[in-house]
């Protein structure tokens, strides 16, 4: 897990209170999961605003500033990897719950499985 992009943009976004400044970390990646990543931030600066809207239209009853912290940065970024949509759902679902569950609780994770999977069937309404 360490190896792959989507960790390093975990870490990325996690670490600053403004989508805007946010840069890579320093990391080990190899060139393409460099640019796989570069691609993925640029993505979610670029989208937030229409990241936040998905994400609140499908955060089950629950208010955007009452999630978590590691759970809304996996959900904003899983988010954007949808947009994306150069990996398969299936998989973009199951790396942001794997995510999730390493920092944040199991329950954070069922919430994320759950709000992506739910966006992941959905994606041509974004």
Known sequence: MKNDFRHFCFVSLFSVDEIATVKLVDNDLSDNQVLRAEQ????????????????????LNWSVERIGKSEKTSLILGISEIMLNLTPFKVIVAEWTKLTDKHASS???????????????NHDTI
Not at 49 to 57: G, H, K, R, W
Request: overall charge negative; proline content about 0%.
């Open 40 to 59: 993925l931030l640029k993505n979610t600066k670029d989208n937030i605003i229409t990241i936040f809207n998905v994400l609140e239209e499908n955060s």
């Open 107 to 121: 329950d954070g994770a069922k919430f994320v499985n759950a709000i992506l999977d739910n966006i992941s069937k």
